[in-house]
T-cell receptor, first 112, second 115 residues
Framework: GQQVMQIPQYQHVQEGEDFTTYCNSS?????IQWYKQRPGGHPVFLIQ?????EVKKQKRLTFQFGEAKKNSSLHITATQTTDVGTYFC????????????FGKGTLLTVNP | GAVVSQHPSRVICKSGTSVKIECRSL??????MFWYRQFPKKSLMLMAT?????????EQGVEKDKFLINHASLTLSTLTVTSAHPEDSSFYIC???????????FGPGTRLLVL
């Protein structure tokens, strides 16, 4: 079945440093979605990427979807303590059910 | 918009009892609802997918007779953990999806502790 690998598993940074998490799928994706889960909270939708090579920005967050639609990345510029949480990518291989396969997530901690 | 509620938020029960968890989409019609399980510091594991008015589709390794799912209306799905055991203790999260929209909106989750 489809597998979604995400690295790194953990990342600790000083406030102001940049952060990147990478996601790779074993199969070509219809789209990829990114979610953020704060400690003790539930996943919250951040963004969806659909097109090959797509790049989207949300303030300090930059999301990329690879040309082959099998990998993606999330980059945060100048991290802040409010960025703390686990970032999950989730791949949709297509089909009528829109089933998502989640990566294991990257836990980001930020030292003020 | 796109708010999903889950009830209860926490539940403690004795081994052998059954627990029902409700998932509601408050401001939209959810044609599909998903049930996930999450262990501490782990990713979400899809348990089953339910479409309104149909039987749920369970993922491999998930016992359908133990985790009963009902999606009787476009705004409500329930997960019943039957004859709960301590190993069923976990964080259960539902998500809801509108027809034609690929985004899933997550409920706040239910922490189940089986003693």
């Amino acid at each position: 079945g489809q597998q979604v690998m995400q690295i790194p598993q953990y990342q600790h940074v000083q406030e102001g440093e940049d952060f990147t998490t990478y996601c790779n799928s074993s199969t070509t994706l219809s789209n990829i979605q990114w979610y953020k889960q704060r400690p003790g909270g539930h996943p919250v939708f951040l963004i969806q990427l659909v097109k090959s090579g797509e790049v989207k920005k949300q303030k300090r967050l930059t999301f990329q979807f690879g040309e082959a639609k099998k990998n993606s990345s999330l980059h945060i510029t100048a991290t802040q303590t409010t960025d703390v949480g686990t970032y999950f990518c989730a791949g949709d291989s297509g089909g009528s059910n829109y089933k998502l396969t989640f990566g294991k997530g990257t836990l980001l901690t930020v030292n003020p | 918009g796109a708010v999903v509620s889950q009830h209860p938020s926490r539940v403690i029960c004795k081994s052998g009892t059954s627990v029902k968890i409700e998932c509601r989409s408050l401001d939209f019609q959810a044609t599909t609802m998903f049930w996930y399980r999450q262990f501490p510091k782990k990713s979400l594991m899809l348990m089953a997918t339910s479409n309104e008015g149909s039987k749920a589709t369970y993922e491999q390794g998930v016992e359908k007779d133990k985790f009963l799912i009902n999606h009787a209306s476009l705004t409500l799905s329930t997960l019943t953990v039957t004859s709960a055991h301590p190993e069923d203790s976990s964080f259960y999260i539902c998500s809801a999806q509108q027809r034609g929209v690929e985004t899933q909106y997550f409920g706040p989750g239910t922490r189940l502790l089986v003693l």
